[in-house]
């Protein structure tokens, strides 16, 4: 996995430099004293570094279909009557 991306970075960062790639100024930040910076970042199976956000995601989907096989048995043996 790692090699993975070591090569994705190799590979934006010399089409970054062949392009001559520059930063568009939409948001000008030399006003400021600021300035702009392009920041690759790796992700977990989850979507991101913090898997806080990915486990929400999968508890509240497991619990979505559990109450709606709960509602799908009552409906099936309650609601016919």
Not at 54 to 79: D, E, K, N, P, T
């Amino acid at each position: 996995m790692d090699v993975v991306v070591v090569v994705v970075v190799v590979v934006v960062v010399v089409v970054v430099y062949v392009s001559g790639y520059t930063m568009f100024s939409a948001y000008p930040v030399v006003v400021f004293g600021g300035t702009k910076r392009m920041i690759l970042s790796t992700t977990s199976w989850l979507g991101g570094k913090n898997p806080f956000l990915g486990v929400a995601y999968i508890v509240v989907g497991s619990m979505c279909i559990l109450i709606g096989f709960i509602f799908l048995i009552v409906h099936l043996r309650i609601g016919q009557r």
